[in-house]
């Protein structure tokens, strides 16, 4: 069985490099063969496998799940956090060879590998069976067209983080719509020069995150045919209200993630992150100082009485087609125990953020007060905002290299007098010039 | 006479044979290893510049076509502008006070020479990297010491991240760095200098200036030559600093602010190995161009 199957993985993978079209077939096929292959008989029987990833909450999950099935054995290899590791994982399917039957892939990565036939489809290996079971935003994010991708570790659904101590200090009122944060981003600033409503510096994952939640789609992706349209009114309401907050230098010109923003968050000169649910953990470990000064509000809307939100970031784990050990039903077998098996609950209790709905919904997860947020039961807020993630949003098949330059296109916003509508557009340009470099139709 | 005429040519080509074979033992692990580390990565290189990558169609044989894509590359050119300001402006300096510095400590008229070098020295064993973090939380004008002096002034320096000035704020850090590397060469090159040219330059009435001028400075053409060229090469492969800064200043350096940077960018997120190859191989012989250049004309004036 193991043999055959790996013949035809390795057939499918030349195949496919070849042709797209003949592609779609043999993966049928393949997963046919696969299909027989029960992953629970799998992990009774044992093997090897190994798994990338950067996320310190899989090692214990690999560890609960090796005393549960005494016969597997699991190596966790971290390769590199996000981009490094897609940079080492495109090398090693390049090469045929060390490619990890799992790996973690974020979901704005995920296309990516996907267009490159390089993750196994989950639907034959029982994945159909868990639609409902996650959140819509991440489950929407690893089904491509008929096939299931990966399953979702975590989710990303955004929220606005205050800092409520600064907001009362100066009597501004926390902000339910956009126009409104403007308002409250002009206030904080009169008040106080020295506090800004938020840090940027030009981040494509935040941008394309409020272009999602304003309810646009630049991007529409259909096979290798690809559209990248900026024009659209969501990218717009995002650009004109955006432009305001930059214009009047209301945005700290800071990094997210040096050293200068986590003080910034610390002692009352950024007042409002934008961000997704995963946050509260890097709140309470990197900005002690703050503590009981922030709280959660839902995300601003682009228009009043609205609930819509979008996702922010989050990772998928995928089974990897050429993987070492060959073994799609037990790398399965994992990869359910970890994303909605017990391995849920150690990854919750390692202060992550679910995208399973079973937890979402759970008394003892909503009902949680977070001594670091005063009290508050962030998690109310969060699980709504899981609930309202607005459908449709679709992420490039090269995302991260589109996102790697966002940077030299609407960075340059941030630094210079050129309108992020004509930095967008340059984006959309870039894009599109590197999408049908690589063999994709892009207009 | 006959005989020994008739004997001699079949043993000769014999003997020059086996010389033959002897010699290429003992080159042999030199030209193993040579080939290994040298000759394959360079032909590796040019093997993948002839090709072109797709995520959508796999690879196909492209002859010469990224070359030609280079040389129009806007990006390309900028970066190449760059390095080439960077050297213009940089070098000069940087190798003008790390040669005052060595003819102040050759002088012999400095007090707490030894001292003065060392830490003159001391920055180039700090890595690249730690340096450029170190300056970088300098450079901040909010947190920084930059931003400190603002606000314990009440000035207002321009941010030295900014577009305009990050270029110059990369130069200062390497200038911090490799003053005191060119002031070694120098100073070693000075110290060859024999004493007694210093002697008949006193009977014969020369001031210090006179002794720079006609003796220091032609002693040492060869260090500063080859400190030159250094600086040639490390300029046009600049990338530590500009990465590192990259994280603080996202907008103001760019991912071709640097033709390495730039072929970083390319093969690390965008995937284009081939084309990042080209970019490699024409920076490459770009370097070597002038280094060769700089070479000629600094030997030719010595001779």
């Known amino acids: ?443 | 006479m006959a005989q020994a005429v008739a004997v001699t040519p079949p043993v000769a080509p014999r003997r020059r044979q086996a010389r033959r074979w002897s010699g290429w033992g003992f080159v042999g692990p030199f030209m193993a290893v040579f080939a290994l580390v040298f000759l394959a990565p360079i032909i590796y290189s040019i093997w993948l510049s002839v090709f072109r990558t797709q995520l959508v169609g796999g690879t196909t044989f492209v002859g010469l076509e990224n070359y030609q894509r280079a040389l129009q590359d806007d990006q390309f050119w900028s970066a190449l502008g760059r390095v080439s300001a960077f050297l213009v402006v940089q070098v000069p300096i940087m190798l003008g006070i790390a040669l005052l510095v060595a003819l102040a400590i050759d002088s012999g008229r400095l007090y707490g020479r030894d001292f003065f070098r060392i830490s003159i020295f001391l920055p180039y064993a700090v890595p690249a990297v730690v340096a450029t973090l170190m300056w970088g939380f300098m450079y901040g004008t909010r947190f920084g010491l930059v931003g400190n002096i603002n606000d314990a002034l009440g000035v207002s320096l321009p941010n030295p991240l900014s577009p305009d000035l990050v270029l110059a704020a990369i130069g200062n850090i390497v200038t911090w760095e490799f003053v005191g590397y060119n002031m070694l060469i120098f100073y070693a090159a000075l110290r060859t200098v024999p004493t007694s040219l210093y002697e008949a330059a006193e009977i014969d009435g020369a001031g210090q200036w006179q002794v720079i001028r006609a003796i220091k400075i032609p002693a040492i053409r060869g260090a500063l030559v080859i400190a030159t060229i250094f600086s040639i090469i490390g300029s046009f492969q600049l990338f530590n600093e500009p990465s590192i800064l990259q994280a603080l200043a996202p907008n103001a350096i760019t991912t071709y602010f640097t033709p390495n940077l730039y072929a970083y960018s390319l093969s690390f997120s965008g995937q284009q190995y081939n084309y990042s190859a080209t970019v490699a191989i024409i920076m490459g012989l770009l370097t070597m161009a002038i280094a060769y250049v700089v070479q000629l004309r600094g030997m030719r004036k010595e001779a």
């Open chain 1, 1 to 443: 069985m193991t043999r055959t199957t790996r013949r035809t993985t390795r057939g499918a993978a030349l195949r496919g490099t070849a042709v797209v079209g003949a592609l779609a077939l043999t993966l049928t096929a393949c997963g046919g063969g696969e299909g027989d292959a029960d992953p629970e008989a799998a992990a009774e029987e044992g093997g090897e496998l190994t798994v990338w990833a950067w996320d310190p909450t899989v090692e214990p999950i690999a560890e609960a799940y090796m005393e549960a099935n005494p016969d597997v054995t699991i190596e966790i290899v971290n390769a590199g956090t996000g981009n490094d590791q897609y940079t080492a994982l495109q090398n090693a399917i390049a090469a045929g060879s060390g490619v990890p039957d799992l790996a973690q892939v974020e979901y704005y990565a995920l296309p990516q590998f996907s267009i490159g036939e390089a993750l196994t489809d989950l639907s034959d290996l029982g994945a159909t069976e868990l639609d409902g079971a996650f959140t819509p935003g991440p489950w929407t994010a690893v089904s491509q067209g008929e096939g299931i991708y990966g399953l979702p570790l975590d989710s990303g659904p955004m929220a606005l983080f205050y800092n409520a101590a600064v907001f009362d200090e100066h009597g501004v009122e926390v902000p339910t719509t956009w126009d409104e944060y403007v308002e409250a981003a002009r206030a904080l600033h009169q008040a106080d020069p020295a506090v800004s409503i938020t840090n940027d510096t030009g981040d494509a994952g935040f941008t394309t995150s409020m272009i999602w939640q304003a309810g646009g789609n630049p991007y529409t992706v259909d096979g290798t045919d690809v559209t990248i349209d900026f024009s659209d009114e969501g990218s717009q309401a995002f650009a004109e209200t955006w432009q305001q907050l930059v214009d009047e230098e209301l945005v700290a010109p800071i990094s997210s993630w040096s050293d200068e923003w986590y003080q910034g968050l610390g002692n009352g000169t950024i007042a409002t992150l934008t961000i997704g649910a995963w946050m509260p953990g890097n709140f309470e470990s990197g900005v002690p100082d703050a503590s009981g000064d922030w709280r959660v509000a839902p995300m601003p809307q682009w228009s009043e009485g609205e609930q819509a939100t979008a996702e922010n970031g989050g990772s998928a784990m995928s089974v990897l087609e050429s993987g070492e050990n060959d073994n799609a039903a037990l790398a399965y077998d994992f990869l359910e125990f970890a994303a909605n098996g017990d391995g849920v609950q150690i990854r919750l209790d390692g202060g992550g953020f679910p995208a399973t709905t079973a937890d979402l919904e759970s008394e003892e997860f909503l009902e949680r007060e977070y001594e670091y947020f005063g009290g508050q039961k962030i998690n109310e807020v969060l699980a709504q905002s899981a609930a309202d993630v607005v459908e449709g949003w679709q992420y490039l098949p090269f995302q991260v290299y589109a996102n790697s330059i966002f940077n030299d296109t609407v960075g340059q916003a941030y630094v210079s007098g050129t309108p992020l509508t004509d930095g967008l557009a340059s984006w959309q340009e870039a894009s599109i010039a590197y999408g049908n470099d690589q063999g994709f139709t892009v207009d």
